[in-house]
T-cell receptor, first 109, second 113 residues
C-alpha cells in the first residue's frame, strides 16, 4: 500500500527566505506526483505536476523535483512571501492519488 | 468556466438522517473523485469514477454510496448519517492521462450531531 509522508508538519520562516518542503513515498511505481496548495477553508489548487519520466518542474518561484528511485520529492520556494502561507500537500498517482498530510507553512513579514 | 462546483457548502444533519452531496464539473473530465479531509488524517478517498456509469470504492467507502449517471455529475450519498461522518468533503476531477492535473471543488462542511 502506497504511503506518502511529508516532513515537517509545520514550518515558520521569515519573509525572503528560500525554503524546501519534503515529500516521501514508499512505492516507486507511480505515474506522477503533484504538489498542491490549500488555503484555510478552501479547496486544493494544483501547483506543479511531475510525470514519472521527469526530474523536475518549475513555475515562477516554485521548483519541484522528483527522485523515483529514492521515493522522494521536494518543493523549493524561492524568496518566500507572506502570501505563500498555506498548507502544501503532495500526492502520488499510483491508482488513484494518495495524499500526504501536508506541511503548514507560515511566512512571517 | 466554473470548474468543479460542490453543493451545498455547509450542512448540519442529525444522526440517522440522509443527504446527497452534488459535484458538478464543466470541463468534460472523465475521472471524478470524492475525498474527505479530517484533522490529522489528511485526505482520504471515499469513492471514485473513471467514466459515466462507473464507480469504484476508495480507501474509506463504508457508509457512503455514489452515482455517476451523467458525465458531468458525481453524487455522494449518506443513507444514515453518523457523527463519524462529520468532515469536510471535497470533490475533484481530471482528464484521462498520466500528466493531467487534478481540479478540486471548494468543499462541503458537514456536521452530524
Amino acid at each position: 500500500k502506497q504511503e506518502v509522508t511529508q516532513i515537517p508538519a509545520a514550518l515558520s520562516v521569515p519573509e525572503g527566505e528560500n525554503l524546501v518542503l519534503n515529500c516521501s513515498f514508499t512505492d516507486s511505481a507511480i505515474y506522477n506526483l503533484q504538489w498542491f496548495r490549500q488555503d484555510p477553508g478552501k479547496g486544493l489548487t494544483s501547483l506543479l505536476l511531475i510525470q514519472s519520466s521527469q526530474r523536475e518542474q518549475t513555475s515562477g518561484r516554485l521548483n519541484a523535483s522528483l527522485d523515483k528511485s529514492s521515493g522522494r520529492s521536494t518543493l523549493y520556494i524561492a524568496a518566500s512571501q507572506p502570501g505563500d502561507s498555506a498548507t502544501y500537500l503532495c500526492a502520488v498517482t499510483s491508482t488513484p492519488l494518495v495524499f500526504g498530510k501536508g506541511t503548514r507553512l507560515s511566512v512571517i513579514a | 468556466n466554473a470548474g468543479v462546483t460542490q453543493t451545498p457548502k455547509f450542512r448540519v444533519l442529525k444522526t440517522g438522517q440522509s443527504m446527497t452531496l452534488l459535484c458538478a464539473q464543466d470541463m468534460n473530465h472523465e475521472y471524478m473523485y470524492w475525498y474527505r479531509q479530517d484533522p490529522g488524517m489528511g485526505l482520504r478517498l471515499i469513492h471514485y469514477s473513471v467514466g459515466e456509469g462507473t464507480t469504484a470504492k476508495g480507501e474509506v467507502p463504508d457508509g457512503y454510496n455514489v452515482s455517476r449517471l451523467k458525465k458531468q455529475n458525481f453524487l455522494l450519498g449518506l443513507e444514515s448519517a453518523a457523527p463519524s461522518q462529520t468532515s469536510v468533503y471535497f470533490c475533484a476531477s481530471r482528464r484521462t492521462g498520466d500528466g493531467e492535473k487534478l481540479f478540486f471543488g471548494s468543499g462541503t462542511q458537514l456536521s452530524v450531531l
